[in-house]
């Protein structure tokens, strides 16, 4: 199930968008302004689908409130989650959004939440007309490279009890919303391997 793109949104919604965007890179109140003239927010519910594999994304999106996982099947059907996003966190599905091949993964709301999108025609025109735009894209960009990145390395180098932690630290918020099922598979290890080492951690 998808949730609704909003026709109209709010004033204070707009101002959500703002302050979001100022939060990212140094940009003029009024080129913000003028920039979340291009957005339209979606709500999505718990469960919700924000895009199916197999389809090309063509919106860019800017998560302000809630949790978003990415996931997809292995060989022998099991289901893997490759992504939890946090808000501010997710930005373009890249190889998707810039080269219009179609996405390998899920995109499904953990929680309720709230989704800004532009879509890739307006995006080019805020490129065009804002510098300070063109500076978030490059921050997201980097952002993301290197999430991925740090994750590949994490999966090589870094033992499951450790991999853990580093989550609790850095994403405390991520532990206490997210189902551990989720959390375990997104560590690459079982639910009952992940049930051990909180024992072990809470001893």
């Not at 290197?146 to 994403?171: C, F, G, N, V, W």
């Not at 690459?188 to 809470?202: G, W």
């Amino acid at each position: 199930m998808k949730g609704e793109v909003g026709i109209q949104d709010s004033q204070a919604d707009k101002i959500e968008l703002i302050e979001y965007l100022q939060s990212k890179v140094h940009m003029p109140v009024k080129s913000a302004q003028e920039i979340t003239a291009y957005f339209q927010l979606q709500q999505l519910a718990k469960g919700d689908i924000l895009l199916e594999k197999g389809n090309v994304s063509n919106h860019s999106h800017l998560l302000t409130e809630g949790f978003i996982r990415s996931f997809t099947f292995n060989i022998y059907d099991n289901e893997v989650t490759t992504g939890i996003y946090h808000p501010t966190s997710l930005g373009n599905i890249f190889m998707s959004y810039f080269k219009g091949y179609e996405v390998k993964e899920s995109y499904q709301a953990l929680t309720n939440c709230r989704v800004w999108h532009i879509s890739a025609e307006d995006t080019q025109t805020c490129f065009k007309h804002y510098s300070s735009f063109r500076k978030l894209g490059r921050v997201l960009l980097a952002h993301n490279h290197i999430y991925l990145h740090q994750r590949m390395l994490d999966m090589i180098e870094t033992p499951a009890e450790e991999r853990y932690l580093k989550l609790m630290a850095s994403k405390p918020e991520i532990i206490q919303a997210v189902p551990l099922k989720v959390i375990a598979s997104y560590l690459n290890i079982t639910a009952t391997s992940l049930s051990r080492i909180r024992r072990e951690i809470y001893k």
